[in-house]
């Protein structure tokens, strides 16, 4: 399957596009120029907040299409493409269980704010770089924004502490470990995967054309829509397992080490 038939690339952030400093690369950039003059569309796809991957993605933002909180939200140029907010039943039934369990510290995420419970020292420490705009509250009840994720925080870790206390969630919900510190709750419908489907049924892309970027558990639905499915090396295992290639690292800037094979091939 040639590289150069590629029509669309989509990337996580943190673990895969972003170095552990958060930082995107400069050389990203100019790669994305390049991509742009040959018509390939481009989806940054994250569990952030829309706000935060804007804040990353500043230079163009106006060019890619924005996927945040796992999946939850579509946008394109202020365009709302996909929106799946949590059913207010559904919001009170998990807000009631998370908001009840020790140590595990929720974040409700609606589109431009989050909303904090059980303060933690070290979440306060992350929230200026994951969630920058939130508010500490003593309840959700009294939120009237349409929340579209449900961030858990443990100290720790997530894998040990947090989901096997919400794993019996999946039925009906997306579960996902996220990162080493987070579980992600949301609407079943709501994840990377079912987003990037409607992306390329949107624009008449396929899977073969399809080149996609992950590290944790969140990213496996989206990268099983790409042929071309990449594994960083600094990937939980279960990514590994899923995706049909491997690249770098993060701060090894895997992601352009790929996209630079994807050039080559086409100019």
Known sequence: MALNRVKLIVSDLDGTLLNSNHDISAEFFELFKILKSNNILFVAASGRPY???ID???PIKDDII????NGA?????????????FEKANLDKISNLVSSLKEVHPVFCSKNKAYVLNKSEKLMGLLSEYYSNYEIVETIKGVTENIFK???YHEKNSEKYIYPLVKHLEADFKVKVSANHWVDISENIANKGYAIQHIQNLYNISPEETMVFGDYNNDVEMLKL????????NAHPNVKIIANYK?????????????KQLINSIV
């Not at 924005?66 to 909180?69: A, G, P």
């Not at 690249?247 to 996209?259: A, P, Q, R, Y």
Request: aromatic letters at 10%; glycine letters at 4%.
């Open 150 to 152: 449900i961030a858990l």
């Open 66 to 69: 924005i996927v945040s909180e």
């Open 226 to 233: 790409g042929y071309f499915s990449y594994a960083m090396e």
């Open 56 to 58: 990353k993605l500043a």
């Open 247 to 259: 690249t770098k690292s993060n701060d090894e800037n895997g992601v352009e080490f790929i996209i």
């Open 73 to 85: 939200l579509a946008i394109k140029q202020d365009k709302l493409l996909l929106s799946n907010a």
């Open 51 to 53: 706000y935060s991957m």
